[in-house]
């Protein structure tokens, strides 16, 4: 095998073990878990009775809820003041069983435990797409086929490190894709840290060009490329009093990873093999003998 052969084949090593660390994008469905102890007072108050509490799906995807607790409870649709509304219904759901349910359609879905009425969950249900950034990390864009406002945001995410025992700052502008401000826009903002929910909360927009900061609730353990944390930006409605419509999308999602995280590995694999390149035109001997 001579030089040049040897490098080619580093080159090669190289690109593979680092797009092995890559994370892929899931697929179409998601678990959700009734956790141990929900059946008893105060998971509310840190929206744990369902993990997550909140959770944002395609149309067509499939949510899996899943009993961990020792108690028998359900998954209902409605708000538990008003009662079950008919969408979907689990019945009695044993300790260690499963209930699953596909969302065809767009909205926002509240559901709750008959048995414990304070065991509250959320799904919104979008339709993934938009305009991807160069940044790797970020996705901008409609998620709403019909609503041309929706498609025309965009959202500028800007949140601060993600450290265990220390709570993130976030900050949110939304503007049209000239960048004129967004002008009496609701939204909801939520940030994933795994099964742990760190924000969810309404915001909003007024006239002009506005930066929104919010604040999460501390993270028990480090960011990384393994466990991101996961911003998501959602529109709720346009306008106020009698002129406020409701319309739901996803403008923005964003993942908070080290700094040193995948994007970081893919332009280091670039320089990688630009240094090979030179290494095996010139002859320079950058690289080690094989």
């Known amino acids: 095998m001579n030089n040049n052969q040897k490098l080619i084949l580093t080159s090669m090593i190289l690109t593979g073990l680092i797009m092995t660390t890559m994370p892929f994008a899931s697929a179409d469905k998601m678990t959700v878990s009734l956790p141990s102890g929900s059946g008893v007072p105060g998971c509310e108050e840190t929206q744990e009775c369902y993990i997550p509490y909140m959770i944002t799906v395609n149309p067509g995807d499939e949510v899996i809820w899943?009993?961990?607790?020792?108690?028998?409870?359900?998954?209902?649709?409605?708000?538990?003041?008003?009662?079950?509304?008919?969408?979907?219904?689990?019945s009695l759901l044993l300790a260690g069983t499963t209930f699953s349910h596909t969302f065809d359609t767009l909205g926002e879905y509240d559901y709750f435990c008959v048995v414990h009425p304070w065991m509250v969950g959320q799904i919104f249900v979008t339709v993934g797409g938009g305009i991807e950034k160069d940044l790797g990390t970020?996705?901008?864009?409609?998620?709403?086929?019909s609503n041309a406002e929706i498609d025309n945001l965009v959202a500028d995410i800007v949140s601060s490190d993600g450290h265990a025992n220390e709570t993130m700052t976030i900050d949110v502008t939304i503007t049209?894709?000239?960048?004129?401000?967004?002008?009496?826009?609701t939204y909801n903002i939520q940030a994933i840290h795994g099964t742990m929910v760190l924000l969810n909360e309404e915001g909003h927009m007024h006239e002009g060009t506005m930066v929104n900061t919010h604040t999460t609730n501390a993270l028990t353990i480090d960011a990384s490329d393994d466990a991101p944390v996961t911003i998501t930006v959602n529109a709720v409605g346009f306008g106020h009093g009698e002129q406020y419509v409701e319309a739901f999308g996803e403008i923005a999602t964003m993942q908070v990873v080290p700094e040193f995280g995948t994007v970081a590995a893919m332009i280091l694999a670039v320089a990688i093999m630009s240094i090979i390149a030179i290494s095996a035109r010139s002859n320079l001997g950058i690289m080690p003998r094989l």
């Open 66 to 90: 899943s009993n961990d607790d020792n108690a028998a409870h359900t998954v209902t649709s409605g708000i538990a003041s008003d009662g079950p509304d008919g969408l979907f219904d689990s």
């Open 138 to 145: 970020i996705t901008m864009g409609s998620t709403v086929e």
């Open 176 to 185: 049209d894709l000239e960048g004129n401000p967004a002008e009496h826009i």
